[in-house]
């Protein structure tokens, strides 16, 4: 077989290409949208893609099942179990393209390469693995999607997010049983996971890029315990963090049918001028990737911070509203990067560039007046004291292992579904763990009107410090 992990850094999500060495027919496993760079990856390994398969619908993610069967002559091979996505009764369809919904043990073949689907439910409903089979019948590998990962098991939280969903408790008790999938299966089989460590659909995901269900058995808390009802729902549910907002958009849309185009976006390069009359109409929205520093020191009224890192794409995707249209500030050459992160989760509209050596030729005036300030844990100090809210914006889990005195814990993620929790009359001070995901809840704040000021260096220099 051919074999390739096509991994993206900036949603930690793997897709795989699996080849036949005979025929050079392949088959996509979990593509996201922008599928011209499967394409690519397909001609440099020297196969056809003939057949793209999904394990479920997704939430982190804009599938690219539909782009593929609307342009392409491919078998798409998708959950048979429950409800099936509106979209695929209504296309639009290439004519050589076809869909093929499996239940539990059906199989197909890729030129030579046999697969099997197994219904493994439990971070959603439909929810489906597919086992590589070998010449003796017995699973080589587990194309596992969401179901297990290196170390963990997929979040079961996210049904409630689909039609016809699951309470968190159906979840995890399905997920427990589909974990009785692997009681037969060889050490050996290797398990290749839809998601790598920093997804958002686990818990404790590891940072191996593969594992296999010997490894499972042995580092896997979960899955170790299993066989006891109550201790593997309550070790699973504790600690679960809240689900990104945008998951329950983007899974709408992988639902009803993501908008299908014949190619990425690509927006145009603006001048100073234009840039700046662009973001003045209404559902324009800039988003600034320079430095916090740079951001800091000028920035036009409403923009989001959100550096090109791997909080890039979720917070804008949280922060933005539907139908906004996106103004980039971002390095020439980094332009196609943004964007494509972007399109993945669901961010359509696109007006414009600039780049950050024509943005700071914009003329000071329309810049926003007073920005967000950077304070020592000294000043922090005494504005919390003079009655400031301390916002702390990490984890529940970081928030445990310590945190300032009455402050309010809510994820940067989770500020744009919980503004309302914040009196606007009150003055913030805003911190995280080293500053980085404070700086962009304090843009969000800002960009709503909150008085606020990022603590620098985060929570320990604070606590380091006696206060």
Same mark, same amino acid.
């Given at each position: &077989?051919?074999?390739?992990?096509?991994?993206?850094?900036?949603?930690?999500?793997?897709?795989?290409?699996?080849?036949?060495?005979?025929?050079? *027919?392949?088959?996509?496993?979990?593509?996201?949208?922008?599928?011209?760079?499967?394409?690519?990856?397909?001609?440099?390994?020297?196969?056809?893609?003939?057949?793209?398969?999904?394990?479920? #619908?997704?939430?982190?993610?804009?599938?690219?099942?539909?782009?593929?069967?609307?342009?392409?002559?491919?078998?798409?091979?998708?959950?048979?179990?429950?409800?099936?996505?509106?979209?695929?009764?209504?296309?639009?369809?290439?004519?050589?393209?076809?869909?093929?919904?499996?239940?539990?043990?059906?199989?197909?073949?890729?030129?030579? #390469?046999?697969?099997?689907?197994?219904?493994?439910?439990?971070?959603?409903?439909?929810?489906?693995?597919?086992?590589?089979?070998?010449?003796?019948?017995?699973?080589?590998?587990?194309?596992?999607?969401?179901?297990?990962?290196?170390?963990?098991?997929?979040?079961?939280? #996210?049904?409630?997010?689909?039609?016809?969903? &699951?309470?968190?408790?159906?979840?995890?008790?399905?997920?427990?049983?589909?974990?009785?999938?692997?009681?037969? &299966?060889?050490?050996?089989?290797?398990?290749?996971?839809?998601?790598?460590?920093?997804?958002?659909?686990?818990? &404790?995901?590891?940072?191996?890029?593969?594992?296999?269900?010997?490894?499972?058995?042995?580092?896997?808390?979960?899955?170790?315990?299993?066989?006891?009802?109550?201790?593997?729902?309550?070790?699973?549910?504790?600690?679960?963090?809240?689900?990104?907002?945008?998951?329950?958009?983007?899974?709408?849309?992988? *639902?009803?049918?993501?908008?299908?185009?014949?190619?990425?976006?690509?927006?145009?390069?603006?001048?100073?001028?234009?840039?700046?009359?662009?973001?003045?109409?209404?559902?324009?929205?800039?988003?600034?990737?320079?430095?916090?520093?740079?951001?800091?020191?000028?920035?036009?009224?409403?923009?989001?911070?959100?550096?090109?890192?791997?909080?890039?794409?979720?917070?804008?995707?949280?922060?933005?509203?539907?139908?906004?249209?996106?103004?980039?500030?971002?390095?020439?050459?980094?332009?196609?990067?943004?964007?494509?992160? #972007?399109?993945?989760?669901?961010?359509?509209?696109?007006?414009?560039?600039?780049?950050?050596?024509?943005?700071?030729?914009?003329?000071?005036?329309?810049? *926003?007046?007073?920005?967000?300030?950077?304070?020592?844990?000294?000043?922090?100090?005494?504005?919390?004291?003079?009655?400031?809210?301390?916002?702390?914006?990490?984890?529940?889990?970081?928030?445990?292992?310590?945190?300032?005195?009455?402050?309010?814990?809510?994820?940067?993620?989770?500020?744009?579904?919980?503004?309302?929790?914040?009196?606007?009359?009150?003055?913030?001070?805003?911190?995280?763990?080293?500053?980085?995901?404070?700086?962009?809840?304090?843009?969000?704040?800002?960009?709503?009107?909150?008085?606020?000021?990022?603590?620098?260096?985060?929570?320990?220099?604070?606590?380091?410090?006696?206060?």
């Amino acid at each position: &077989m051919i074999y390739r992990r096509i991994y993206d850094h900036a949603l930690a999500q793997a897709s795989y290409l699996v080849g036949c060495d005979e025929t050079r *027919e392949a088959v996509l496993v979990d593509p996201e949208r922008d599928i011209d760079r499967y394409e690519r990856e397909a001609e440099d390994a020297g196969v056809r893609i003939v057949a793209v398969a999904e394990t479920h #619908l997704h939430a982190d993610f804009v599938s690219g099942v539909r782009a593929f069967v609307a342009s392409r002559p491919v078998t798409a091979y998708m959950s048979g179990v429950g409800t099936r996505a509106p979209w695929t009764a209504e296309g639009p369809f290439h004519a050589g393209a076809s869909l093929r919904f499996l239940g539990d043990g059906e199989e197909f073949r890729v030129g030579s #390469l046999l697969f099997r689907a197994r219904h493994t439910p439990g971070h959603t409903r439909e929810a489906l693995s597919f086992e590589f089979v070998g010449e003796q019948g017995f699973p080589i590998a587990l194309f596992s999607g969401d179901f297990l990962f290196a170390g963990d098991v997929g979040r079961p939280d #996210l049904g409630f997010l689909a039609s016809g969903g &699951m309470t968190v408790e159906e979840s995890a008790d399905a997920l427990r049983r589909s974990l009785a999938l692997l009681d037969d &299966m060889p050490d050996a089989t290797v398990v290749l996971p839809g998601h790598g460590a920093g997804s958002a659909c686990g818990k &404790m995901i590891c940072r191996l890029p593969e594992t296999t269900v010997g490894i499972e058995r042995v580092i896997n808390r979960p899955l170790r315990s299993k066989d006891d009802g109550a201790r593997f729902v309550e070790g699973l549910l504790r600690d679960q963090p809240d689900p990104p907002p945008y998951f329950g958009r983007v899974k709408k849309a992988n *639902e009803a049918g993501p908008a299908v185009h014949g190619c990425v976006p690509s927006p145009p390069r603006l001048g100073p001028e234009a840039f700046v009359a662009a973001s003045r109409e209404l559902a324009r929205v800039v988003v600034d990737t320079r430095e916090w520093g740079a951001w800091v020191d000028g920035h036009l009224p409403g923009s989001i911070f959100a550096m090109l890192d791997p909080y890039f794409g979720p917070t804008t995707a949280n922060y933005l509203e539907p139908g906004d249209e996106v103004l980039l500030v971002v390095d020439e050459d980094r332009v196609e990067e943004a964007v494509r992160v #972007l399109y993945r989760v669901g961010i359509d509209g696109f007006a414009g560039w600039i780049a950050p050596r024509d943005f700071v030729r914009i003329d000071e005036d329309a810049f *926003e007046a007073s920005g967000c300030e950077e304070i020592s844990p000294r000043e922090a100090n005494r504005r919390i004291l003079s009655g400031a809210l301390a916002l702390d914006v990490r984890s529940r889990q970081e928030f445990a292992k310590g945190h300032i005195a009455g402050a309010l814990q809510v994820p940067f993620i989770q500020l744009s579904a919980r503004i309302g929790e914040l009196d606007r009359a009150r003055p913030v001070v805003a911190y995280c763990r080293s500053g980085n995901r404070s700086a962009r809840a304090c843009a969000f704040l800002r960009r709503h009107g909150f008085e606020v000021a990022n603590l620098r260096g985060g929570y320990w220099p604070y606590a380091g410090r006696g206060f």
